[in-house]
């Protein structure tokens, strides 16, 4: 992969860039689309990082479907495929991790310590490996990809991020793998995610810029629902990611709740939605 990288880099080819963990739906395809219109050449890679999972997390149960991906890509436009192994990634004796240091404190970082490292470590690893000119991030994982333009940026990395709004479902929830976990009856609980967001967005354009008030009815909402168990629930800084006393547009309402055993992420800014990369 890298060889053939340096080649295309040679030829002054733009290498477009998708990192994934398989398992592609509509999110990946619309990261792919944008990459086609982006760059001369699509690259994917599809790659369950297990250095971003605890020990008691899903690895040896997430979601795989590696035909069903390469479908998928071919009807994007992907080029090459990259479907490295563990081994590959981390041959004998690996030692060497990515840390950024505060981004990855708060949220999904408190509740996965070590998750960031993971996936710090292994985007790196894959920048190096493929040399993309631009890559694609979805901003459903919104720290993860704060934490990844972070890095770039402190590390010289020379890849531009491109952020792309999250895609929801017709009844809004938000596309993620970890959905395929769900039953009928569990699916339906998980639209309390959505509910919240549209409460929270409500409240404040109808001018509640209290967090406070703002969260006490989000997780007032979220109580009415059996199934759901509150990881996190919080209003932030987009930029910081620290904790605010009073909303504004650049507000980031982000939650994390448990729908039965399945871990869903969610977020919105407060401001008007994005309706384009970032």
Do not use: W
């Amino acid at each position: 992969m890298q060889s053939m990288a340096l080649a295309l880099r040679h030829e002054a080819r733009r290498i477009a860039f998708v990192p994934t963990m398989g398992f592609l739906h509509e999110g990946h395809a619309s990261l792919l689309r944008e990459g086609r219109k982006r760059g001369d050449v699509l690259i994917v890679s599809i790659f369950v990082n297990p250095i971003q999972f605890g020990p008691t997390e899903d690895l040896d149960r997430y979601p795989r479907n590696l035909e069903g991906d390469c479908a998928i890509a071919r009807e994007c436009g992907v080029d090459i495929v990259f479907t490295p192994t563990a081994a590959e990634m981390y041959p004998a004796g690996f030692q060497t991790s990515i840390r950024v240091a505060d981004l990855a404190l708060p949220l999904c970082g408190a509740s996965r310590p070590g998750h960031f490292d993971g996936v710090a470590t292994v985007v790196t690893k894959l920048f190096n490996i493929v040399l993309p000119d631009l890559a694609l991030f979805g901003a459903k994982d919104f720290q993860q990809l704060a934490i990844i333009r972070r890095m770039a940026t402190d590390l010289s990395q020379p890849v531009e991020i491109v952020g792309m709004p999250i895609v929801r479902e017709t009844d809004g929830l938000a596309m993620s793998s970890r959905n395929a976990y769900l039953s009928p009856d569990l699916r339906r609980s998980a639209l309390c995610l959505y509910r919240t967001i549209m409460l929270v967005r409500e409240r404040y354009a109808a001018g509640e810029h209290d967090t406070a008030v703002l969260l006490a009815a989000a997780r007032e909402l979220i109580a009415t629902e059996p199934a759901a168990d509150i990881d996190y629930l919080e209003l932030r800084d987009a930029a910081t990611l620290q904790p605010v006393a009073t909303a504004s547009d650049t507000t980031l309402l982000a939650l994390a709740v448990k729908i039965g055993a399945t871990r869903l992420i969610d977020n919105t800014m407060l401001g008007p939605e994005p309706k384009a990369a970032q």
